[in-house]
């Protein structure tokens, strides 16, 4: 997200590295309780299947820390980090204290508060009551009392896409044109995407006013400046046919 739009099979490369990472990490917490570090069992009223947080033994216990720290601390810190780096790289890039530069900085930070927040409330209760069914006095935490945060923690899952959806325009394109099957062309997706959008203006010489040698040498560092007290460089009319375009690269960013 902080490197150039460019269409290239590295960044697909990276996304997929990124996935499959991502899975592989799940697999190697999840996967342990069925060949004898902790165990699955019934959870809350008895409706769903988790890891056994009542159980007190050393195996357990061991288990249920290490969980907490790698799949819920250490995720937390990531996030943190990593969207940290991404208004550090948003705030180098709109130096430009304009008005919009401002609101599309603030749309971005909402959007990351969101992200915390939302991951927070949907993570952190579960993973209190779990800490406090292992470690706290027994029965503390009743079927009833741990089916709300049992419910946030699999909804996790959902809001994450619903944010992207409600808050990023390009996401609510995407997914738009998903659900009416509406075929886009490549190009136009491109330019729509991309933040950075630059356009030629092409002038004619005619209409740019004549520079002084001054301003000629302020242009053009290679060129010997002209002396001070000697006359100006005389130039003779450019014969019709001969003008050649003066193009100027402006660039602007696209909200």
């Known amino acids: 997200m902080m490197r150039a739009t460019q269409v290239d099979i590295t960044s697909y490369r990276t996304v997929f590295t990124g996935i499959a990472f991502s899975w592989i990490y799940s697999l190697v917490w999840t996967v342990p309780p069925l060949f004898g570090w902790s165990s699955y069992g019934p959870e809350g009223p008895g409706t ?3 890891v056994n947080w009542t159980t007190r033994t ?28 991404l208004l550090q790289a948003i705030k180098k890039v709109m130096r430009v204290n304009t008005a919009s530069s401002r609101k599309r900085e603030q749309r971005v930070l909402l ?9 927070l409330l949907c993570w952190l209760p579960y993973g209190i009551m779990a800490l406090v069914a292992t470690f706290g006095e027994p029965g503390l935490v009743t079927p009833e ?3 709300v945060p049992s419910l946030l923690a699999k909804m996790s899952t959902v809001i994450n896409p619903v944010i992207y ?16 099957c509406a075929s886009s062309d490549l190009g136009s997706n491109y330019q729509n995407s991309s933040k950075v959008i630059k356009s030629l203006r092409i002038f004619r010489r005619a209409d740019v006013p004549s520079a002084t040698p001054r301003q000629d040498f302020a242009c053009n560092p290679d060129r010997d400046e002209p002396k001070s007290g000697s006359e100006p460089e005389t130039r003779s009319p450019a014969a019709p046919g001969t003008v050649k375009p003066v193009v100027s690269l402006v660039v602007y960013y696209n909200a």
């Open 145 to 147: 009392a741990s089916i």
């Open 58 to 85: 050393a195996n357990n216990m061991s288990y249920i820390v290490c969980l907490f720290f790698f799949c819920l601390i250490l995720p937390f810190v990531v996030i943190v980090y990593s969207y940290g780096k």
């Open 111 to 119: 959007l990351v508060v969101t992200m915390v927040m939302c991951y």
């Open 165 to 180: 959806i409600f808050m990023n325009k390009q996401f609510y394109r995407g997914f738009r044109n998903l659900l009416t």
């Open 48 to 50: 769903t299947c988790s």
